[in-house]
């Protein structure tokens, strides 16, 4: 497991990885600065409507507007720490998961022969559907994040860490493996994925970093997945180029 986190992220200074780095930087920056915009116009349009329906004017209007913004802008943060995780995983992996595929087994896995070539359709379908699993359960956990606050951080990262082995080891998996195969391999090592999942959760959490996360944990489970596949027909995984 160490050696394919490693693998990963030495993955980061591959010639070929370096373009979707970039689009990664680039449609991460653009989406949270999309989100914070857009949250701040609204703040901004609740503060003046709620100023007009209580009636108030010159210094109380002045107040109720900065508790506002203050409230707003602590709520945006935890929302943006709990949310945008999931909310890039599931993009930025839908768009470039292949991509970040193919330049790791040249670089590591040359023996390997031509993968499943996976439609577009597709491929946007598996991020958007780690998308709405992630950004969903953690909505509807957001409650007892706040109510169980001394648990929030076991129950996110356990949550959050099966997720995404699940997710990710799929959407990885999928690439060679039968659909059934696929479920049946991950059954079979359910602990090696889970304990992979955490992983990224944990890289998640880091800020400005878990921008270009979704890359390496795509890495990393593409080792984590070949390690597993070739144990299971009793081969040796190659050494990294």
Not at 17 to 41: F, N, Q
Not at 82 to 107: H, N, T, Y
Not at 212 to 226: R, T
């Amino acid at each position: 497991m160490v050696s394919a986190l490693s693998k990963a992220f030495g993955q980061l200074s591959d010639p070929a990885s370096r373009r979707v780095i970039w689009l990664t930087l680039t449609l991460s920056a653009g989406l949270l600065m999309l989100v914070w915009a857009l949250a701040a116009w609204g703040l901004s349009a609740g503060a003046a409507g709620l100023q007009s329906w209580l009636g108030v004017e010159g210094f109380w209007a002045g107040l109720l507007e900065w508790l506002v913004g203050l409230g707003g802008f602590v709520a945006l943060l935890f929302a943006s720490a709990i949310l945008f995780p999931g909310v890039a995983a599931g993009i930025i992996s839908g768009l470039f998961i292949d991509k970040v595929c193919q330049a790791v087994e040249a670089r590591h896995y040359p023996d390997l022969p031509p993968a499943r070539e996976q439609p577009f359709g597709e491929a946007v379908g598996d991020g958007l559907k780690l998308l709405t699993v992630t950004v969903g359960l953690n909505l509807l956990l957001l409650p007892l994040y706040l109510i169980a606050a001394p648990l929030a951080p076991f129950v996110f990262f356990g949550v959050n860490g099966y997720l995404f082995g699940r997710e990710y080891f799929e959407m990885i998996a999928v690439r060679r493996t039968a659909s059934n195969q696929v479920r049946d391999l991950r059954q079979q090592n359910g602990g090696k994925v889970f304990f992979a999942g955490l992983v990224i959760a944990l890289l998640m959490w880091i800020p400005i970093f878990n921008i270009i996360v979704p890359l390496v944990a795509a890495a990393f489970m593409l080792h984590v997945f070949e390690g597993l596949r070739r144990k299971s027909v009793g081969a040796s995984v190659p050494s990294p180029a």
